[in-house]
DNA sequence: TCTGGGGTCCTAGGACCC
DNA sequence: TCTGGGGTCCTAGGACCC
């Protein structure tokens, strides 16, 4: 058995320039929420020396003469363009899981070298022609095997966006040019531990016995030892629903107001219901954190959090709206420049599941409220975000001279590309031609 | 001035019970 | 009241991933 993994090749970057194919030879870089960090660079901007994760503001100091296409993230539109990319893979792989929102693991058949490559240069091709896409292919017997044969198939360009793992001497030779930081599960402490102790390449780290490997990194490492060495042993397909959901931002500036982080905190509250829904989960527990700005050492530091639960488990956005505000109600402290907040639902169980509290159980009610969230849910998704709110959700404060204040939204995106497939998808499910 | 968000898994240690 | 071991459950924190 042969595992695939397929992995969009700079994912975001390629997404923008879907749309904008004047770019494709041009440097771009993608930048986090609020347009905080680099997260994602074209191969051009790697080239630029541009390093990933660093603050937007280091990146103009440092390339001030570059021409750099900059973009906000747009995760409506990356949902959207890599559902389409995963829709092809499983055309030519009925065994395919999603890994993450830009990889997807295939399980083969017994197939030959040959078979296996053409079938890899195959759908990469069609990738590309369906979606606008590239993509990179790496075959072989494990899955953390895989992800090397997809280093080097991203590498090489000899290898045409596929490359096969699938000898005993291909193993060694691609391990020993692989580096230990680059091994899928070893992150930045394990690898300055491991090169402290001598270990430079995957090649020597699957070189020591597993016992040594046990000994320092327990159960964990022991694993990525054993997949490096060609055992399978991380399990296929993990369909459970998500254990905790958290919608949580960064503002720019900060917000002091009590009643400004109130509706940040109401809408990500409403956003955590509605991926509940989505994954057709209910929630017992709410939790609500808030923090000041770590950076400014000038100012107070506070930190603090608080959950709230529900007598009877819950999807409604009105009552984990409700819960969040009392969680808010009982942290906030005047005074302190608030840099982040964020809502964590937890506690969660199927929907179907539900275990109703004698006390509190109004089927009536229930039953008009998950009808009202069906219906804003629907709204939301076709005409965008927050289409339809609870009055909560909203900074309605008359300011003196009698005028409304607009709640100024504090996430910034100042870069962000229309979104020019969201609205047709939508009308396409709703008709009932999918894609 | 500006420094991301959203997850998972594992382990150690504390609380509690018998 | 004290003594001790062992089991379970929960939580915080570390490490990792994309």
Known sequence: MYFALCDCDNCYVSCERVFRPDLKHKPVVVLSNNDGCVV???KEAKQLGIKGGIPYYQLKEQFPNEDIAVFSSNYELYGELTARVMTVIQKSAPQMFRYSIDEAFCILPDMSYDEMKEW??????????????????????TKTLAKVASYFAKKYTGYNHCCVIDTEEKRIKSLQLYPINEVW?????????????????????ASHSKDWVHNIFNIIGTRTWMELNGENCIPNEKIVPKKSICVSRSFTG?????EILRTHVSNYAARCAEKLRKQHSIASIVTVFVNTNRFREDLPQYWNSSEFTLLTPSNATQEIVQAA????????VKGYHYKKAGVVVMGIMADNAIQTNFLDYDRNR??????????VDLLNRINGTETVTLVSQQYNQKAKNGKTIVFADAIQHQFKSKNPTTRW???????????
């Open 425 to 435: 998808n939508d009308i396409v499910t709703l008709t009932g031609h999918p894609l």
């Open 120 to 141: 890899g240069d195959c759908l990469q091709k069609k990738v590309l022609k369906y979606t606008g896409m590239p993509i990179s292919i790496g075959i072989a017997q």
């Open 185 to 205: 599960g070893i992150g930045r402490k394990h690898t300055s531990r491991l090169t402290n102790l001598g270990i430079q390449t995957a090649y020597d780290f």
């Open 325 to 332: 505000t009392k969680c808010l109600q009982s942290i906030f």
């Open 40 to 42: 994602a660079r074209s």
């Open 366 to 375: 229930f039953e008009k409220q998950v009808k009202l969230d069906e219906i």
């Open 254 to 258: 900060h917000v002091t107001d009590f």
